[in-house]
């Protein structure tokens, strides 16, 4: 079910299990945006049918913050125009070009181009890997850039961040909001930390003990504090304030 946050805005919450992170839906008078494409197919319908059953308008675009698979991956079955920045899609033409077998997932964690998390948790939405197509976005862009869904503007602005290079907000200045995806999160790429299938439940823990780039975080609040928002999303957790955020990297 979709979460109420103003009349504009609505919100699919995580689900863990197969590491599905927040939908934003932003409702204009003309369009509507969806931020996150879902994770497979299957999570496509059934995003469909919960905005069905919950009477709300079914999306115009789909514009995704970073290339992370369970953000991307659901990007085909909308057929829908698709919109990321410029850097996203270099990381999904070359994700588009990648095998899904045992040995092909097992190498690209050696080399570093995946984790060992990903590749459980794809494993796990996917029982038949042979349904994964990977597209790149039809609308790309540097920076940012606005969509005027009429009555009211989203604005994607490039703002990378402590999780990954690439990573794109959603801010919608009428709503004083932000959908964040994963920008405000840990490096789980550039550092090592342990995951366990078995023992998934000490994900928070291990995740928790990988340390902030300080650079990069110092680099990305600098960028945030040129938007006019008092309330942000990330991409697996809850509402927080501006505050809360702020606090959130202390
Ligand atoms: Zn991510």
Not at 51 to 68: E, G, K, R, V, Y
Not at 115 to 130: A, S
Request: charged share 25%; with cysteine.
């Amino acid at each position: 079910m979709f979460n109420k946050f103003s009349d504009r805005i609505y919100i699919q919450p995580p689900e863990h299990f197969t590491d599905r992170p927040n939908i934003g839906l932003i409702i204009g008078d003309k369009y509507t945006l969806l931020f996150e494409a879902g994770n497979s197919a299957e999570n496509v319908e059934l995003l469909k049918g919960r905005l069905l059953a919950d009477n709300l308008p079914q999306p115009d675009f789909i514009a995704i913050s970073h290339w992370h698979w369970d953000h991307s991956f659901g990007m085909d079955a909308w057929n829908l125009p698709t919109i990321a920045g410029e850097k996203t899609n270099e990381y999904l033409k070359k994700v588009s070009g990648w095998k899904w077998d045992d040995e092909s997932m097992t190498g690209r964690v050696q080399t570093g181009e995946d984790i060992v998390f990903c590749n459980e948790m794809i494993k796990r939405e996917y029982p038949d890997r042979d349904k994964i197509k990977v597209i790149p976005a039809d609308i790309t862009f540097n920076d940012s850039m606005t969509i005027d869904l009429g009555g009211i503007e989203c604005q994607l602005v490039h703002v990378a961040g402590p999780h990954a290079d690439d990573s794109v907000v959603c801010y919608i200045p009428s709503e004083k909001f932000v959908f964040l995806g994963d920008s405000n999160g840990k490096d789980l790429y550039g550092q090592p930390w342990h995951f366990d299938i078995e023992h998934e439940d000490d994900f928070m823990e291990e995740t928790g003990k990988i340390p902030y780039d300080m650079e990069k975080v110092n680099a990305y609040l600098a960028l945030l504090d040129k938007l006019d928002f008092t309330h942000c999303i990330g991409g697996h957790a809850d509402i927080m304030t501006k505050e809360q955020l702020y606090k959130s990297f202390e």
